[in-house]
């Protein structure tokens, strides 16, 4: 069987069955906590006005994106969801998921905005 997939490495087909992208293969393996580099942003942009605070640069499973996006939003007391692994927590809560992070061991996380 075939990998007909679309990649950013310029790579259009692959008749190796064992084929995959170097992001299909980083994401089978979820960096520990202190090698994560989070990046913490505000958005209002197509929201209706409303402030989401986005945690950009997760690398690892779906699984466990859900799990830290789970903990952030039990932490800030917000809904949220995770997409492409990109945690969105709803309101503006970049202080207190940057503290929960150093706390908890992403010490290479950052805040913009």
């Known amino acids: ?11 259009v ?4 069955p064992s084929f995959r992208t ?13 090698e994560q580099l989070l990046k913490i942003k505000l958005e209002t942009k197509q929201r ?3 402030a989401v605070t986005i945690i ?6 779906a699984a466990d994106a859900e799990t830290l996006g789970k903990k952030l939003k039990a932490y800030c007391g917000t809904g949220g969801s995770v997409k492409d692994n990109q945690l969105l927590v709803q309101g503006d809560n970049r202080d207190k998921i940057f503290q929960w992070l150093l706390k908890n ?6 805040r913009s905005g």
Do not use: C, R, W
């Not at 992001?23 to 202190?34: G, H, V």
């Open 1 to 11: 069987m075939a990998n007909n997939k679309p990649t950013g490495s310029g790579i």
């Open 56 to 61: 950009d640069g997760f690398v690892g499973t």
């Open 105 to 110: 061991g992403y010490s290479k996380s950052k």
């Open 13 to 16: 087909y692959s008749t190796d």
């Open 48 to 50: 209706a006005g409303k």
């Open 22 to 34: 170097a992001e299909e293969a980083q994401a089978e393996n979820t960096l520990p906590a202190p």
